[in-house]
């Protein structure tokens, strides 16, 4: 039954149209793979090729983009804990330099103290032989005062005064 559905169907194709158009058809096809299929197909490969190898070249651009950056933070944190050690370096000779200029200040005042003790000490001195010198002299004149003439109390008391305020315009003068 299905053969003369078929063939009843058939009935008005012409099997040498239909054979001939099945051969144009098949010869048709093998023209166009050998035409126009196998460049397209290569053609599509070497572009599919491509693509893996930029996909491939983009992936590893973008490892060495995140290894450079990690490079890059890594010395930006050296850079940071280097800069903090330079500070640090820079805070200490600061202080040592500091604790320097006080150490020497200090040598250098108690140095100024010594010397000015000295001169005073050098000073009293002085003085105290210019008094002795001048009281030597003073009791000498007083003694030949005291020889040459007797004094009475009045007279010692005036002699006295008259020294003494010779002795304050001496010690004035110098």
């Not at 058809?25 to 093998?30: D, E, G, R, T």
């Not at 933070?73 to 202080?95: F, M, P, T, W, Y």
């Not at 032989?129 to 002299?137: F, G, L, P, T």
């Amino acid at each position: 039954m299905n053969s003369t559905f078929l063939l009843g169907a058939a009935e008005g194709v012409q099997w040498g149209d239909f054979l001939f158009i099945l051969i144009l058809f098949v010869v048709l096809m093998l023209l166009i793979r050998k035409v126009a299929w196998n460049p397209v197909s290569d053609m599509m490969e070497k572009r599919a090729n491509k693509i893996a190898a930029d996909l491939n070249s983009a992936e590893e651009a973008r490892k060495k983009a995140e290894e450079l950056a990690d490079k890059r933070q890594i010395a930006l944190k050296d850079s940071h804990v280097e800069a903090s050690k330079i500070i640090e370096r820079a805070k200490q000779n600061g202080e040592q330099q500091k604790a320097s200029i006080v150490d020497s200040a200090t040598l250098e005042v108690k140095a100024m103290k010594d010397n000015a003790k000295k001169e005073i000490q050098q000073e009293r001195k002085e003085a105290l032989a210019s008094v002795k010198n001048d009281v030597a002299e003073l009791s000498i004149e007083i003694a030949a005062k005291i020889i040459q003439k007797e004094l009475n109390t009045a007279d010692q008391k005036a002699l006295v005064d008259s020294y003494i305020e010779g002795l304050g315009k001496q010690n004035g003068i110098r």
